[in-house]
């Protein structure tokens, strides 16, 4: 039902700075409010983990504890787009991250559920000097 495209990755040095923007498309819903996004990432050898997670209709959010103070997720519904800001980032940031849809979500913005969407291309993120 809905299209998402990442982009915004790239590669930065500790410390530095990153916005990941997620654009969405819909067929019928002009807005973001009948769905949480959630912001995924996937490192090298390592599991895929929940990173952020947004529900405009219950104004929600949800970080997971590593990037608590440093990501910040928001919507900007008038372009249907979702993005993460990426401050004060560090080496084991370094992942290919992917935007999600969850229709059940956006009354928690629990990520660790297998109620989401397909996974995209991503946008592949590197930390390093």
């Known amino acids: 039902q809905l299209q998402l495209v990442e982009s915004g990755g790239g590669l930065v040095q500790p410390g530095g700075s990153l916005r990941l923007s997620c654009t969405v498309s819909?067929?019928?819903?002009?807005?973001?409010?009948?769905?949480?996004i959630a912001w995924f990432r996937q490192a090298p050898g390592k599991e895929p983990e929940g990173v952020a997670c947004?529900?405009?209709?219950?104004?929600?959010?949800r970080y997971t504890d590593s990037v608590k103070g440093r990501f910040i997720i928001s919507t900007d519904n008038a372009k249907s787009t979702v993005y993460l800001q990426m401050n004060s980032l560090k080496p084991e940031d370094t992942a290919d991250y992917y935007c999600?849809?969850?229709?059940?979500?956006?009354?928690?913005?629990?990520?660790?559920?297998?109620?989401?969407?397909?996974w995209g291309q991503g946008t592949q993120v590197t930390v390093s000097s």
């Open positions: 999600r849809w969850g229709p059940y979500a956006k009354r928690d913005c629990i990520m660790s559920t297998p109620y989401w969407g397909p």
């Open positions: 819909e067929f019928t819903v002009g807005d973001l409010d009948d769905y949480a």
């Open positions: 947004i529900s405009t209709s219950v104004s929600l959010t």
